[in-house]
């Protein structure tokens, strides 16, 4: 299950939303739930990325009243993953093309990495 409380991510993206004047001229009630989308949005790009599946190393289908939890991590790699990335251990990279010494183009699927420790 996920190691990092889910609150604590959801404050964090409740303060980079609060940069957005839509979003603050929001009542509280519309402001958890575009809160709400945002989270769910954010984690299944997230595991779709990464090669993660539904079922097998997460959960998000769980109602929106669901209490407390939203989001569930179920294997280890994808705990891993969402934790490392809000500590800040782990440095997502997006695909991209990629030319080899040849010329020839191919592509880099996304990945996550360890950061180095200076």
């Known amino acids: 299950m996920l190691s990092t409380p889910v609150h604590q991510i959801k404050n964090a993206l409740a303060q980079a939303l609060a940069n957005l004047p839509d979003f603050n001229n929001m009542n509280p009630f519309q402001k958890g739930k575009v809160i709400d989308v945002a989270f769910k949005s954010i984690l299944k ?7 993660m599946k ?10 929106d009243t669901e209490p407390a ?11 891993e993953l969402i934790t490392g990335l809000m500590e800040g251990k782990i440095i997502a990279v997006s695909g991209y093309l990629a030319k080899s010494k040849t010329g ?3 592509e ?6 360890r950061k180095s420790v200076a």
């Open 45 to 51: 790009d997230l595991m779709d990325q990464f090669g």
């Open 54 to 63: 539904p079922g097998i190393d997460y959960v998000d289908d769980l109602g």
């Open 69 to 79: 939890t939203d989001f569930v991590a179920l294997s280890k790699r994808a705990d």
């Open 104 to 106: 020839r183009e191919y």
């Open 108 to 113: 880099v699927k996304a990945y996550y990495k």
